[in-house]
């Protein structure tokens, strides 16, 4: 059919028949290659058209597949190793769809210690630049860069600004210290090498600023906390009143009168140094930024501008929540980022402990709505940065992250310097997976309603078609989604439906390949695409075929947006089920 000016909304174009036999029963066909129509209705007396749109959307399912046999394979397989192995031994329905984030540290950062987490199924690898040397990060960077193409392994690298931060502190020491009740702790401005007993110094000379004897400083949102008993000029002395565990480079709060003290220090969200960094990482050619303290929308615009001008590559910006201001301001974050990262310590110092579930699960929900991946962060399994199992409770609360369908999860001290961090991402992979399954058995995706991203024609159509798209897969019981994609796009709104299969995103950009490591459900791989929907099809399936990956009889649903062209003006979209013969 072909659609001519007029400019539709997603509630008016829906699936309103599949003809042919039962869809349940598709997993048991016989269908021999006939083809099964689908039919999309329009509400065409709502809309007056100019002549600005001419698209013409096909929608069909061809059951049964005839594969060009002389079109050979370029290169080498664009499918990482993790993800064929987890094929190979667990089929389709055994992979696991939330992605996995570990902050790299001196616990983990040789080349063997990389290469375990990457077996172990990691998608991105974090770098703080609050730690460490940019010569140290560097390093680190063509170590991963080097597994990925020697390896075959599909790690994207992101990197996690300092932001204009003026409260970190550091006891000097390479792991954690024990603080016990009754110490008595210096806290200085005082820069110095290497660490002194009991000393502590911080990253900001007025740390100490209207702090008055008696209020309590708070390291890490509660893993210890100490009295203010006296101030001698910038420095203070503090007497430990709760025992416990002080990380390197942790972070800190002073509370009076059980309120957080809020002082306006007028800082940017990006500091000179952060730029830096920022150009640093460009320079070795990262995936992600990860913005701290981000506060408003403007911060995320000016990186993006600035990296549109810097980078050839299209580097993806994340913000991270983790102020109160951040909250208050919250959709318009979401709408100028590429991602959000959940940062619970720092927002769990900002607002009540008891409210951290229910606002993470709020901007969840928003970050779903608005069609961007969310990474839950910080403390997920914060006891395994010292012993080697972790606490039921932290199990329930990775549970209740992937029951949220976050877009991913994240070690940070459990492995940049825990000894145990491939337990730690071993314990990620296994709770995720089983609560996933258990999200399918419960057809949970049922539950989501999805706010209308698309205002014009192309943006409803490509916005319904994925909607369908999910809907067919899950109804028919298809065994994978194939979608062909540029940029990305139309694989972010399958992963935005939480499909029971797994979406395999097919795309010639290896910038596309690396941001789609952050999405939910979807196994990115490089092939090389052309504007023959029939071509790509055949050399996808040739590819899956040829590592065994896929066999007679199984089942997938194909979408694509291969962008028009000047000898096809006509931007097609489909939506096709193969059977493989």
């Known amino acids: 059919m072909v659609l001519k000016s007029i400019v539709a909304s997603a509630s008016d174009l829906s699936v309103v028949s599949v003809a042919g036999s039962a869809p349940l029963e598709f997993k048991n066909r016989g269908f021999g290659g006939r083809v099964i129509s689908l039919g999309f209705r329009f509400n065409r007396g709502r809309w007056k058209g100019s002549e600005r749109f001419n698209f013409k959307v096909r929608a069909a399912v061809d059951v049964g597949v005839e594969r060009s046999k002389s079109e050979a394979l370029k290169g080498n397989s664009g499918l990482d190793v993790v993800s064929e192995g987890e094929l190979t031994v667990k089929g389709f329905a055994g992979?696991?769809?939330?992605?996995?984030?570990?902050?790299?540290?001196?616990?983990?950062?040789?080349?063997?210690?990389?290469?375990?987490?990457?077996?172990?199924?990691?998608?991105?690898?974090?770098?703080?630049?609050?730690?460490?040397?940019?010569?140290?990060?560097r390093d680190v960077i063509r170590k991963i860069k080097k597994l990925n193409e020697e390896k075959g392994f599909c790690v994207s690298v992101m990197i996690d600004t300092e932001g204009s931060q003026i409260h970190f502190v550091d006891h000097g020491a390479s792991s954690s210290v024990k603080v016990e009740e009754g110490s008595i702790w210096h806290f200085t401005a005082e820069h110095f090498e290497g660490s002194r007993p009991f000393t502590v110094q911080t990253n900001y000379t007025g740390f100490s600023e209207d702090i008055e004897v008696g209020d309590e400083l708070v390291i890490d949102g509660g893993m210890a906390c100490f009295e203010v008993i006296e101030r001698k000029g910038n420095d203070l002395h503090c007497k430990c009143i709760d025992a416990g565990l002080f990380l390197p480079g942790a972070k800190f709060s002073f509370w009076r009168d059980g309120k957080l003290v809020r002082r306006n220090y007028k800082l940017p969200t990006l500091s000179t140094k952060d730029w830096a960094d920022i150009d640093f990482g460009i320079a070795e050619g990262v995936d992600f930024f990860a913005l701290s303290f981000v506060n408003h929308a403007d911060s995320v615009k000016d990186l993006k501008n600035y990296l549109s001008t810097k980078s050839t590559k299209s580097i993806k910006v994340l913000s991270k929540i983790e102020s109160l201001e951040s909250l208050h301001k919250l959709e318009e974050i979401v709408r100028a980022s590429d991602g959000i990262m959940v940062a619970r310590g720092d927002l769990g110092v900002e607002i009540p402990l008891e409210q951290i579930p229910t606002v993470q699960e709020d901007i969840i929900y928003v970050c779903r709505q608005l069609n961007k991946p969310v990474i839950v962060a910080s403390q997920l399994l914060e006891s395994m940065v010292e012993y080697p199992t972790p606490t039921r409770a932290e199990v329930a609360d990775v549970s209740e992250a992937v029951r949220q369908y976050a877009d991913a999860l994240m070690l940070s001290g459990e492995s940049a310097?825990?000894?145990?961090?491939?337990?730690?991402?071993?314990?990620?992979?296994?709770?995720?997976?089983?609560?996933?399954?258990?999200?399918?058995?419960?057809?949970?995706?049922?539950?989501?309603?999805?706010?209308?991203?698309?205002?014009?024609?192309?943006?409803?159509?490509?916005?319904?078609?994925?909607?369908?798209?999910?809907?067919?897969?899950?109804?028919?019981?298809?065994?994978?989604?194939?979608?062909?994609?540029?940029?990305?796009?139309?694989?972010?709104?399958?992963?935005?439906?939480?499909?029971?299969?797994?979406?395999?995103?097919?795309?010639?950009?290896?910038?596309?390949?690396?941001?789609?490591?952050?999405?939910?459900?979807?196994?990115?791989?490089?092939?090389?695409?052309?504007?023959?929907?029939?071509?790509?099809?055949?050399?996808?399936?040739?590819?899956?075929?040829?590592?065994?990956?896929?066999?007679?009889?199984?089942?997938?649903?194909?979408?694509?947006?291969?962008?028009?062209?000047?000898?096809?003006?006509?931007?097609?979209?489909?939506?096709?089920?193969?059977?493989?013969?």
Not at 561 to 567: F, K, L, V
Request: aromatic share 4%; glycine share 6%; proline share 4%.
């Open 417 to 581: 310097i825990g000894s145990y961090g491939r337990k730690a991402l071993a314990v990620l992979d296994m709770t995720s997976s089983r609560m996933e399954s258990w999200n399918r058995e419960e057809n949970r995706q049922n539950l989501l309603n999805h706010h209308q991203l698309g205002a014009e024609l192309p943006e409803c159509i490509t916005e319904q078609i994925c909607n369908c798209a999910v809907e067919m897969a899950n109804n028919l019981g298809v065994d994978a989604i194939f979608v062909y994609t540029k940029h990305g796009h139309m694989a972010s709104l399958l992963s935005r439906n939480r499909p029971n299969p797994p979406i395999f995103a097919f795309t010639d950009d290896k910038s596309t390949r690396m941001a789609l490591n952050l999405q939910w459900g979807v196994v990115p791989l490089l092939l090389d695409l052309s504007d023959d929907a029939e071509s790509n099809i055949s050399k996808s399936v040739q590819l899956m075929e040829s590592k065994g990956l896929i066999r007679q009889g199984d089942v997938v649903l194909v979408v694509s947006d291969i962008a028009h062209t000047r000898s096809s003006p006509m931007a097609l979209q489909s939506i096709q089920v193969k059977t493989i013969p």
């Open 95 to 137: 992979l696991r769809k939330t992605k996995l984030v570990c902050t790299i540290g001196p616990a983990c950062s040789s080349l063997e210690e990389l290469e375990n987490l990457a077996s172990g199924g990691m998608n991105v690898a974090r770098l703080n630049m609050c730690h460490g040397t940019r010569e140290w990060h």
